[in-house]
Every structure is written in C-alpha cells, then in structure tokens.
C-alpha cells in the first residue's frame, strides 16, 4: 500500500468524522438502509482486494478495486458533507451571479431559450450532461484494466481536491441556481430544490445516501469534472478524442441542463486547474510504496 492511498483512506475517515459531527450538530440522521448499502459494497470491495492482491495477485483487478472503494466512500462522505453546508443557510447569490455572466456578456436566458427551441440540441446536451456519471465509473475502470494505476490515484486526488475548494465555497456563496433565478422551472424540473430548501429551512431531518440531489451551483462541479475526464485520458489516442467529444458537449450543456451560470462554469475550470496542479505534487511525494506493508485493496 502506498503513502498516497493510506492518506486518502484518512482523509476521508476525517471527512466521515465531520460528517457524523455535523449531523448531530444539525439533529439529522442518515437513513439507515444507504448506510447498510454502502457498507456491503465496500465489504465487497474490500474482499475483492484481498483475493486480488494476496492470494491471487492480478495488479489491475486490485487497483479497480481500491479505486473503486475510495471514490465510492469518498462522494458518500463529500455528499453528505455537501447537505451540512447547504444548511447554515448563508444568504443566496444569485443575483450576483447573474451579474457577473451580464458583466462578461453572456445572456443565460437567451442561451437557455435558444437550446429549448432546438430538440435535437436539446436531447444531445441532455445526454452529455448526464454522461458525468458513467464517465465516473467508466473511466477508472478502463484506467485500471489498461495498467494505467498512478493516472486513477492522480484522478482520485484531483477529485477529493476540487471537491474540497467547491464544497466550503457553495456554502460560502450558495445559490438556487439560475433556472429559478430566471424562473424557467415549468420548462426544466429542478429537482435539487425540495431538498436545498429543506436543508436552508431547516425542516430536513433524514439523508439518503441513495437519494442525494447535486446541491452546489458555484463553482460548477460537472466543469470540473469534464476537465478532469479529458485530463484523464490524455495518454491514449482514441480515449481521449472520445473524451474531448463528449467532455465538450457537457461544458456546452452546463448552463442550460444544470441550471449553471457561465461564471460557474469558468470557476469550476478554474478549480480543475488547481487540482490537477496540486495532486501531481502530492501524488510525487506520496506515490511510493512504505516499506514492509502490503495491504489490500491495492498495492
């Protein structure tokens, strides 16, 4: 087991921490059925790390494993993580926002109108944006079936990293997001709305860790997560044309499917940057392997 995925398992036991702290702080529980959910998968995963990587050692089988358990207990922790900010309830930005996109030039309810009067333009940005999640999936899985173990660990990083800038700064400037803001929620359902105001009311008592809705507006996470994709796949030729296709097709389908405004966008590039920088000097230094340990999943 190398430094760098003994620091990541800590760092997101100390995110569970805060969470079980908030939760109590706050009078919310987690329902308990996801809690049992997530727990076998990790079980499972854990297992299979085991078999993997002691008594039938294939590398790329226990690095899908590891992978696979660090991303799943890692956006659990940030999600639940995620609702405790949305609940202090700091003043709404939207205003602001909006602002900023008129300051820049870009007219959200112009774009947002034009996109919705093209169906195909609309079905295909529909379909790129909801792409983040199996590109979630898909891409460490291909990563680590094709060798490619320290591009998942740098992946993992830069996700834990941006998610830790976007999170506390959502908190800091949340915002309903501008489909409210222009009130075209009879077009487009936003469905993140019940919960965002139960958490800002204070009238949310249960998370589910099956149900969690995206919350944060600024910065746009689905940005960072379209640079971080490409970024990903930048070794192998076809992957990464695939990637950069549909990667593209999801910034240009940010604002109109996920209710972003163009400055939450340019943040959420921003934030992309910044991690990719920071997790190639942290996987540097703590890639190594520490001497006379070898714990599953992962070597």
């Excluded at 919310?28 to 998968?41: F, I, R």
């Excluded at 926002?97 to 947002?112: H, N, S, Y």
């Excluded at 959502?170 to 709305?193: E, K, Q, R």
């Excluded at 240009?252 to 163009?262: A, D, F, K, N």
Aim: charged fraction near 15%.
């Amino acid at each position: 087991m190398s430094q760098s995925i003994m620091v990541r398992w800590l760092i997101i036991a100390a995110l569970a921490a805060a969470d079980i702290a908030g939760l109590r702080l706050t009078g919310m529980h987690l329902e308990v059925e996801g809690v049992v959910k997530l727990g076998a998968a990790l079980l499972a995963l854990f297992s299979i790390g085991l078999v993997y990587s002691r008594w039938r050692p294939v590398e790329r089988l226990t690095d899908l494993a590891q992978t696979a358990a660090q991303l799943m207990a890692f956006f659990a922790a940030v999600g639940v993580f995620s609702y405790l900010v949305s609940a202090s309830a700091a003043p709404l930005v939207d205003d602001a926002l909006a602002a900023g996109d008129r300051a820049i030039g870009f007219d959200w309810l112009a774009w947002f109108s034009w996109v919705h009067e093209h169906r195909i333009v609309t079905l295909v940005f529909k379909i790129a944006y909801n792409s983040a999640t199996p590109q979630l999936a898909l891409i460490p899985i291909y990563l680590a079936l094709s060798g490619q173990a320290q591009r998942n660990a740098r992946l993992i990083w830069e996700l834990m990293l941006s998610l830790t800038l976007i999170v506390p700064l959502s908190g800091l400037l949340p915002a309903a997001s501008a489909w409210v803001h222009y009130a075209v929620t009879d077009l487009i359902p936003a469905i993140h709305m019940p919960d965002f105001t139960a958490l800002r009311n204070g009238t949310m008592r249960e998370i589910s860790l099956a149900r969690m809705e995206g919350l944060i507006t600024f910065p746009s996470f689905h940005t960072t997560l379209a640079v971080l994709f490409v970024a990903a796949l930048r070794r192998h030729r076809l992957a990464l044309a695939i990637g950069a296709v549909v990667n593209g097709l999801m910034l240009l389908s940010i604002p109109s499917e996920g209710g972003h405004y163009l400055v939450d966008v340019i943040a959420g590039a921003m934030v992309a940057a910044v991690a990719i920088q920071m997790a190639a000097r942290i996987e540097a230094r703590l890639g190594a392997p520490l001497p006379g340990i070898a714990l599953s999943p992962a070597e």
